[in-house]
T-cell receptor, first 118, second 108 residues
């Protein structure tokens, strides 16, 4: 199984350029997430999608948009990249732990996209 | 939402035990997780504990959960240089929330 696949692995953008980070999972998970990881900051949630057709803001959504295209795919778009968005981006997926549900919500992570905005 | 806090850094000598601590705020977290991130890689699940358990042991790893104090710890016995990595705890209520990560450095 491929698990969670992110593309591209590396990207350099100029300030003001746009790009879309792609993520796909083949585990039939309902929930998908986009995180950014910065030195000393750990993982911060940008957006998440609890199920197909829904998206919600996380801790640091400004400057980003997302699309849950179908159950498999969850993309992250930077409309006008800024140097502050230089980071490593991780996509993850998990099954949903609803209220009272006993489900393993282990998250599976992609390998990350290293983005540099100059 | 949930807040998950960890200390930033831990240094131990090879062969010693390592204890990484984590505190969380959301008492509805059904599962609590420990993830490991090696340099240049994504996160990989190490172990998890269900919220009605106090302790879970898995080879060199021991997870302790104190629900009253909302405190989670990961003990690595006989720490090896290959254990050097960043360790994240995470809580799963309605969504996953990660701590900031603890960088474990193992000195030979």
């Amino acid at each position: 199984n491929a698990g969670v696949t992110q593309t591209p692995k590396f990207q350099v953008l100029k300030t003001g350029q746009s790009m879309t980070l792609q993520c796909a999972q083949d585990m039939n998970h309902n929930s998908m997430y986009w995180y950014r990881q910065d030195p000393g900051m750990g993982l911060r949630l940008i957006y998440y999608s609890a199920s197909e057709g829904t998206t919600d803001k996380g801790e640091v959504p400004n400057g980003y948009n997302v699309s849950r295209l179908n159950k498999r795919e969850f993309s992250l778009r930077l409309e006008s990249a800024a140097p502050s968005q230089t980071s490593v981006y991780f996509c993850a997926s998990s099954s949903v732990a609803g209220q009272g549900a006993i489900m393993n919500t282990e998250a599976f992570f992609g390998q990350g996209t290293r983005l540099t905005v100059v | 939402g949930e807040d998950v806090e960890q200390s930033l850094f831990l240094s131990v000598r090879e062969g010693d035990s390592s204890v990484i601590n984590c505190t969380y705020t959301d008492s509805s977290s059904t599962y609590l997780y420990w993830y490991k991130q090696e340099p240049g890689a994504g996160l990989q699940l190490l172990t998890y504990i269900f919220s009605n358990m106090d302790m879970k042991q898995d080879q060199r790893l021991t997870v302790l959960l104190n629900k009253k104090d909302k405190h989670l710890s990961l003990r690595i016995a006989d720490t090896q240089t290959g254990d050097s990595a960043i360790y994240f705890c995470a809580g799963a209520g309605n969504m996953l929330t990660f701590g900031g990560g603890t960088r474990l450095m193992v000195k030979p």
